[in-house]
């Protein structure tokens, strides 16, 4: 005997989905790098919203460190938001990997 998907149970989930992912545009992450010489902030659907740089790290003659120092945040900040997103949907669909959902 096969088991069917109940069909109310998976209209159910993809509400909760649904505004699972509606919540995550307003959830965000915050990053700081270099000792808070630069701070990002991410939001669940992996939109920076935030760039801060101290003044201090402002150096005309080393602006490769600068560079270097908003990738770094950013690329953290992309990880830290897709955690985010594994953890809010991951409880809803217990921890299966559905295609689309970021």
């Not at 809803?92 to 959902?101: D, E, F, M, R, V």
Request: charged share 25%; net charge negative; hydrophobic share 40%.
């Amino acid at each position: 005997m096969r088991m069917q998907p109940n069909l109310k149970m998976i209209q159910q989930m993809q509400q909760r989905l649904q505004k699972a992912q509606e919540e995550l545009a307003n959830e965000t992450v915050e990053v700081s790098v270099g000792g808070g010489a630069v701070t990002v902030t991410m939001t669940g659907h992996q939109k920076l919203t935030r760039v801060k740089i101290t003044p201090e790290v402002v150096d005309p003659q080393d602006v490769e460190m600068l560079e270097d120092l908003i990738v770094a945040a950013v690329n953290e900040a992309v990880d830290k938001a897709q955690e985010l997103v594994q953890k809010r949907l991951g409880a809803i669909t217990g921890g299966l990997k559905l295609p689309g959902l970021f």
